[in-house]
Every structure is written in structure tokens, then in C-alpha cells.
């Protein structure tokens, strides 16, 4: 007899209760090996005091289960309350974010009948860092950090899924035509790691112009690696050209731990209501189901829904008349699939599943080769309004110390001085240039730095940051302003 395997559910707000029910009597109807530990998470914890929305006890029981099956949730409006979306993944080190968007044409409406995308999301890095600052009163800061480890693992994972899952091509989405450094580095890593697997496909595309091909032509694509930011918007483009959001799972893949749910919200004006689609939850476990072992269950489950769609019955939100035979509620829809496990669809694709989770890609060798690193200046962020950036830059050059000069200032990314243009727009933050006088991208010590941030202190400036400007193997890996 197998082994039940341990999991942690949360019924979530607005419609999570009513789907997770819907989900959880289809696992149990179609014989999921489960032993589920209950927890609460939300709007009632939020309101509670906790700000991330998550007690201690509950992050013991993901710690002990490594499995959490979770219902979406509301966060109550206002400041002070943490995405815990966005804590459960980073707390959980869950790196990858993985979206199947399929179209299920003629049983769903769709423009693209032949659509059938995954997108492989990085999901710890990125602006989502969550690392903001107020600089002054005109100018606030998000930073990007991407690392080379995380590049690297995400792609890794997305090369896996594509072979494990027999698909043919992936693509990477980046800007690295503007964000030469930090997509650069994605789209580099996504370079070197392809040639490990000559037998998928690769290519690489600018996001926006993919984009537009995936709104318009998504059946060139396969499987799609991205960025943070990028793949949480695409991958809800990519849903909802495909059918609907509210079909669409969501897999969120870490080392040791994994959640998976709906990508849609708690839709509180649905609640109570018995309305509610719960396919994307359940799409989300069948995921669930594969990562643990049970890819007989999966199968079952998601060939009856297969099976339900096929048989016209439908939920309101993709009821179509001429095609759905009979529009159905949460719990007569979850009904229905039941009723279709053990069978296969007619005329959709028949899936199958391989068993088990994806192997740790943690102890890879990475392409990483150690450069020699040496700081050649110093960007140090000035909170002023002066009377004219002439006048700014001719006064700052002179509290420039021994051995350091002013070469640049910018604003909003655009240099403003020297020779800049007068019709540039400009606030009240500026970024100063501090380069070596004795030679080109000569060493500037962090003791120079310390004298340069003193000095301008002395003279009254107020600085709100400072960046290190550094080559590594002599190469300049800092941007310059946008016409310098």
C-alpha cells in the first residue's frame, strides 16, 4: 500500500474556501494519497496584527510537510501589509515560478486554438527584491539586482522542464537592449547553458517584441524563461489570450519546498456564491500531484476535468452559448469532474505524466569564470535644486579631492552637464560622476571615497547613496548616462 504523503492546505479568502473545497473532494474522489495539515493564512491573519499574513505555527507546518497547497488570498487595503505571495516564495526559497497557459479550443473560447505555452518565471529576484527607497521629494528608487546563481539555476530549470516534458524549443525574454548589465547577465547565462541541451531549441527575443508575437501568434513559442517582472505580467497575458486566467495553475518549485496554486486573486465579490471556477486550482494540485510522486493521480484528475470540459459543462466565467451544454456552480462543476475520473478525453489531448519531482540543479557547474575586480570611480547621488546646472557642476568640480575629478552629472539617467541640453528635464536628485585625475579608469580607493563623501559634506551638499564604479578583468561594468 504507498505511503500517504503529507501536505499543507490553506482555504485562502473570498472564493479559496469554495474551490479548495471543490479541489480537494476531486483529489479525494480520484484516490490523491494525501494526509493534509490545515492552515490559516490572509485577511483574517492580516487584521489579526501580523503583517505578513502568516503565523509562526503555519510556517512550521510548510517546514514540516515541504508541500503547500494554497487558496488565494486577500490583502487588506492600505500600508504596512507584505505580499505573502511574495514571502512564502522568498521565505521558502522558491525560485521557480512555472504557468502552463493551454487553449482548450472549441470548449473555451480563444483566438489562438493551437496555444500551448509554459512560462518559466524566476521568482525571487529582480525588482521584486523588494528593495525601494524615497531619495528625496521628487525621486524614488526601485533596484533590480539579478545574480548570476539565480540566472543560472531558473534557466537550468527551464532546459529540465523542457526536456523532462518533452518540449522542443525554449525562449528567453529580456531588454537587454536598455538594461545592458542586469538582463544582459540573464540573457548571457541563457547563452552559455544552452548549448548543454543540443536537443532542444533556443533563441532569445527582446520582451517587447515578444510580447507582441505572444499576443498574436503564441503557437511559435514552447517554453519561455524569464525575468521576474516580466514573467509575472506575460504570464497572465499568456493565460488569459489562452482561455482564461481562472484555468491557468501555478507552480512555485524551490530546493527543499514547493506551493502551488491558482494564478488569479480571492475575487471577494464572487465569494459565497457558488460561482466560482476552481479549475485553476486544481490544474495547480495536478502539478502538485506530479512533484510528489503521484503521477497516476494527476493523470486521472486531469483527464476527467479534460473530459468535463469536452461534455459542455461549464462554469459561468467560460459558459459560451452554442457550445457549453449546461452552465454549472463550484461544487457541481468539482461534482462533475469526479464523476469523469478513469476517463479520457474524446477529442482534446490525452495527458500523461512522469513521476516525481525535478532533480536538485543546485550542485551544476556554473559557467563562471573569477574576475579580477578594482574600483575606478564613485557615483555619489546629491539631493539639490540649484539655480543652473552649469553653475552645479562648475561648483561641485571645485570640492573634487586630490587624485579624483567630476566628470559627469546626470539626472533621471540623462547627462545634464557637461555640454548637456538645456530643454533636459530635471529633479532635485543628481548623480555625480567621481572619476581618478591621474589616469583613465585609474583605482579609486574607498578611502578616496570617504575623503570625496567628507568633502562634500564639508561643503554642505546632502549625498543620499553612493555606487562603487568597477571594472572586472579591465572591462567597465557600470552604466554611462544616457548621452555621455
Known amino acids: 500500500m504507498s505511503t500517504n504523503t503529507p501536505i499543507t492546505v490553506a482555504h485562502g479568502d473570498g472564493i479559496g474556501p469554495e474551490i479548495m473545497e471543490a479541489t480537494l473532494h476531486i483529489l479525494k474522489e480520484a484516490g490523491a494519497r494525501l494526509d493534509i495539515e490545515t492552515i490559516e493564512i490572509g485577511e483574517k491573519v492580516y487584521l489579526r496584527g501580523n503583517s505578513s499574513g502568516i503565523e509562526p505555527s503555519a510556517i512550521e507546518s510548510l517546514r514540516r510537510t515541504k508541500v503547500f497547497l494554497k487558496a488565494p488570498i486577500t490583502t487588506p487595503q492600505g ?31 480563444t483566438l489562438h486554438p493551437k496555444m500551448d505555452v509554459v512560462i518559466v518565471r524566476e521568482n525571487e529576484e529582480d525588482t521584486y527584491a523588494g528593495i525601494e527607497h524615497r531619495q528625496s521629494q521628487d525621486v524614488y528608487q526601485c533596484l533590480k539586482l539579478m545574480s548570476r546563481p539565480g540566472c543560472e539555476r531558473i534557466v537550468r530549470y527551464a532546459f529540465e522542464y523542457a526536456v523532462r516534458n518533452n518540449r522542443k524549443k525554449v525562449t528567453c525574454f529580456t531588454k537587454d537592449n536598455i538594461m545592458k548589465l542586469t538582463d544582459g ?40 524563461v524569464m525575468p521576474n517582472l516580466y514573467g509575472d505580467i506575460l504570464s497572465d497575458v499568456a493565460a488569459q489570450i489562452a482561455g482564461s486566467v481562472g484555468l491557468a495553475g501555478s507552480a512555485n518549485i524551490g530546493v527543499k519546498y514547493a506551493m502551488f496554486e491558482a494564478i488569479h486573486g480571492s475575487a471577494p465579490r464572487r465569494a459565497g456564491q457558488n460561482l466560482a471556477n476552481p479549475s485553476g486550482l486544481l490544474l495547480g494540485s495536478v502539478m502538485m500531484l506530479v512533484h510528489i510522486g503521484q503521477a497516476d493521480i494527476a493523470e486521472r484528475v486531469h483527464n476527467a476535468w479534460l473530459r468535463t470540459l469536452e461534455e459542455g459543462i461549464h462554469t459561468y466565467d467560460v459558459y459560451t452559448e452554442g457550445i457549453s451544454t449546461q452552465k454549472v456552480g463550484t461544487k457541481e462543476f468539482a461534482q462533475a469532474v469526479a464523476a ?3 476517463k479520457e478525453p474524446e477529442k482534446l489531448k490525452i495527458v500523461r505524466y512522469s513521476n516525481g519531482a525535478m532533480q536538485d540543479l543546485t550542485d ?35 570640492v573634487a579631492i586630490d587624485g579624483v575629478k567630476l566628470v559627469m552629472l546626470s539626472n533621471r539617467g540623462v547627462k545634464v552637464w557637461p555640454n548637456g541640453f538645456p530643454d533636459t528635464l530635471t529633479c532635485d536628485t543628481w548623480r555625480c560622476r567621481f572619476m581618478s585625475s591621474v589616469t583613465e579608469n585609474g583605482p579609486v580607493t574607498h578611502a578616496q571615497v570617504i575623503a570625496q563623501l567628507q568633502a562634500l559634506l564639508d561643503a554642505g551638499y546632502d549625498f543620499v547613496k553612493y555606487e562603487s564604479l568597477c571594472t572586472f578583468n579591465g572591462r567597465a561594468d557600470f552604466s554611462l548616462g544616457q548621452g555621455q
Open 79 to 109: 500600508g504596512g501589509f507584505k505580499s505573502l505571495n511574495v514571502t512564502t516564495r522568498k521565505m521558502l526559497g522558491l525560485y521557480a515560478n512555472i504557468r502552463p497557459c493551454v487553449a482548450y479550443h472549441p470548449y473555451v473560447d
Open 185 to 224: 547577465l540573464f540573457h548571457k547565462v541563457f547563452d552559455e547553458i544552452a548549448p548543454e541541451y543540443p536537443q532542444i531549441e533556443n533563441e532569445h527575443w527582446i520582451v517587447d517584441i515578444g510580447a507582441a508575437k505572444l499576443a498574436d501568434t503564441p503557437e511559435i513559442f514552447d517554453v519561455i
Open 340 to 342: 469523469n475520473v478513469g
Open 364 to 398: 551544476r557547474v556554473s559557467h563562471y569564470v573569477p574576475e579580477v575586480k578594482e574600483q575606478v570611480g564613485v557615483d555619489i547621488f546629491i539631493n539639490i535644486v540649484p539655480e543652473s546646472t552649469e553653475a552645479f557642476g562648475t561648483a561641485l568640480s571645485k
